[in-house]
Nanobody
Framework: QVKFVESGGGLVQPGGSLSLSCSTSGFVLSNYAMAWYRQAPGKQREWIANVGASGATLYTASVKGRFTISRDDSKNTVYLQMNNLQPEDTAVYYC????????WGKGTQVTVSS
């Protein structure tokens, strides 16, 4: 079945960086556009970035210029490099297809605080 395992989150100070990974299984990654989503406390999950099967990328305005999404289909893995993190980036981060499958991983917690 479709499965996502996100990792790489943690606690970081404002202005810091984190690199997230998402290991996928149960489908052929190279056939799909993939995305990262996040859910902040008390808010709905939101889309933040996607990478097409061809490698084309798109970002929501709040992370553009700070985050970079990428993929390695040979490793069935999607990545998110996050730079210049700010407190408002605090959330649980998830990866999934764009548009998403019904199944979701547990996500990885990112906390930005001094």
């Amino acid at each position: 079945q479709v499965k996502f395992v996100e990792s790489g989150g943690g606690l970081v100070q404002p202005g810091g960086s984190l690199s997230l990974s998402c290991s996928t299984s149960g489908f052929v990654l190279s056939n799909y556009a993939m995305a990262w989503y996040r859910q902040a406390p008390g808010k709905q999950r939101e889309w933040i970035a996607n990478v097409g099967a061809s490698g084309a990328t798109l970002y929501t305005a709040s992370v553009k210029g700070r985050f970079t999404i990428s993929r390695d289909d040979s490793k069935n893995t999607v990545y998110l490099q996050m730079n210049n993190l700010q407190p408002e980036d605090t959330a649980v981060y998830y990866c999934n297809r764009r548009p998403p499958f019904d199944a979701w991983g547990k996500g990885t917690q990112v906390t930005v605080s001094s």
